[in-house]
């Protein structure tokens, strides 16, 4: 099936207004169009526009996302909040929390509890807690400390549950079903820092945000979903992730010189380096690279079907190899295009040829697909 053909990235602009600015009541409060500018970057998997933010707001930058996946699978924890060894109080025939991450795991995974009574070797039970009562260490108030009966168990989560807890920490995974209930703290951390209606109107009044603001949201919401999703999956099939991470980045000829950056931030440009070479090559994004050359670059193989709007108003459309994992032996492995266009892809070609030897430029989006 045919890519749409979308004008938007002919011009490299996108303009939508994400606020009910008709609305004579909140016209009176002061409220005037707050428009989003938007710059068509990728065509996704499923043939929609991508646009990131002219605010350079990082929700939208989908970049940031593959980037903060790879930096967490490197196991740079360092900018991240979960502890990797867990620490268990059991006294007498009950378990205590002293660290909240230490609740999360336990809530989330019940092999922590099993594992625990391995350890101590007899059933143990947990009492209500709450938050509040982990941060007041309510502990104190049951535990002996210098009885021979208070033991710590120490626990190493595996990589799972490492993914998973960090997906559940910085991935968004919920969807607003109306646009009257968008607030500006939702605009705030998903599509503008500094809007103008801020000063205006205060952060948690509705009704203000329209549905454009509302597609704009789920949809980032999505995408970063979509990546984390494909990232982790690799990280969970791999033996050895920092082996695969290395493996990638070797494949991808990304090792250059950084100077004098530390490792940290050496890895983080790394993997920004990258992305746009994984969104295409592994996850099915095709780049829009210029409206100048007019160049999209994809690793679809029936490009002829695909781009058939694109070729017939003059697009270049640049194929490269596919990037797949090897999980066999944790390295990655090039696919390239078959050179022999067959099939319904070779009549596409030829129809294209056809249209653009017989029709006028200005008349052929009338054969649009």
């Avoid at 940031?64 to 790879?70: E, S, Y």
């Avoid at 268990?88 to 092999?111: G, H, Q, S, T």
């Avoid at 049951?142 to 595996?158: A, Q, R």
């Amino acid at each position: 099936m045919a890519i749409p053909f979308y004008d938007e990235i002919t011009f490299r602009l996108k303009k939508e207004n994400i606020v009910n600015s008709e609305d004579e009541d909140l016209k009176k409060l002061g409220l005037e169009p707050l428009i989003m500018y938007l710059t068509p970057l990728f065509i996704d998997p499923d043939g929609k526009l991508y646009c990131s933010s002219n605010s350079n707001h990082y929700e939208t930058i989908i970049n940031n996302h593959v980037k903060d996946a790879l930096l967490f699978l490197n196991n740079d924890y360092s900018n991240y909040t979960i502890n990797k060894k867990l620490t268990y109080l059991v006294y007498e025939d009950n378990i205590y929390f002293m660290d909240i991450n230490d609740y999360k795991y336990f809530a989330a995974f019940p092999r922590i509890k099993e594992k625990i009574e391995e350890t101590i070797n007899k059933k143990l039970y947990v009492k209500d807690v709450s938050m509040d009562d982990i941060f007041d260490s309510y502990y104190l108030n049951y535990v002996d400390l210098n009885s021979e009966k208070c033991k710590f168990v120490l626990i190493e989560p595996i990589i799972s549950e490492e993914l998973k807890m960090y997906y559940n920490a910085n991935n968004p995974t919920k969807i607003i079903k109306c646009s009257s209930d968008i607030t500006g703290i939702d605009v705030l951390s998903m599509l503008n820092y500094n809007a103008n209606i801020f000063d205006i109107l205060p952060f948690y009044t509705k009704g203000i945000y329209n549905d454009n603001a509302l597609n704009l949201i789920n949809e980032y919401s999505k995408i970063k979903k979509d990546i984390y999703d494909k990232i982790f999956s690799i990280g969970l099939k791999s033996a050895d992730i920092n082996e695969m991470i290395n493996n990638l980045i070797s494949k991808l000829c990304a090792y250059k010189n950084y100077g004098f950056l530390d490792e940290k931030l050496k890895n983080s440009k790394i993997f920004k380096d990258i992305s746009n070479d994984l969104l295409v090559m592994m996850f099915g994004y095709s780049k829009i690279e210029t409206t100048i050359s007019r160049t999209i670059t994809t690793s679809i193989d029936n490009i002829y079907e695909e781009f058939f709007n694109y070729l017939l108003m003059d697009f270049n459309i640049v194929q490269i190899p596919k990037l797949m994992y090897d999980e066999k032996n944790n390295d990655f492995i090039f696919s390239f295009p078959s050179l022999l266009d067959i099939g319904s892809n070779r009549e596409a070609k030829e129809e294209i040829s056809k249209i653009k030897k017989y029709v006028p430029y200005e008349e052929r989006y009338l054969f649009f697909r």
